[in-house]
């Protein structure tokens, strides 16, 4: 069983950054692909950005929405079972709950369903203001 305990979220002025953090407690988290999730009130939990597991050790093949493309950055530094989330140019939308979730299948490819994942985080609060 993983366990993700997430980090870093907060209030922020729109066109501020954020670093949200994932730590997960496994030995095997060089194994799984990574995906940061966000959760609006009133809307569906929504994929952000994942990065595969690489089969190699050397990082992985990332994905990012459209809406944070150029904005946010994926990336896992595997020594420390952590993935982070850079957040930049922040706008009132991305004004969330953000979840990390492991996907165990290791696909080479990125997945961005919330039923690829198999194990989620309590999720941190983002709040962008205006």
């Known amino acids: 069983q993983e366990q993700l305990v997430e980090s870093g979220g907060g209030w922020v002025q729109a066109g501020g950054s954020l670093r949200l953090s994932c730590a997960a407690s496994?030995?095997?988290?060089?194994?799984?692909?990574m995906g940061w999730f966000r959760q609006a009130p009133g809307k569906e939990r929504e994929c952000v950005a994942t990065?595969?597991?690489?089969?190699?050790?050397?990082?992985?093949?990332?994905y990012y929405a459209d809406s944070v493309k150029g904005r946010f950055t994926i990336s896992r530094d595997n020594a420390k079972n952590t993935v982070y989330l850079q957040m930049n140019s922040l706008k009132p939308e991305d004004t969330a709950v953000y979840y990390c979730?492991?996907?165990?299948?290791?696909?080479?490819?990125?997945?961005?369903?919330?039923?690829?994942?198999?194990?989620w985080g309590q999720g941190t609060q983002v709040t962008v203001s205006s």
């Open positions: 496994g030995r095997t988290f060089s194994t799984y692909g």
């Open positions: 979730a492991a996907d165990s299948s290791r696909a080479l490819l990125p997945r961005t369903r919330v039923r690829d994942y198999d194990y």
């Open positions: 990065i595969s597991w690489s089969g190699d050790w050397s990082g992985g093949r990332t």
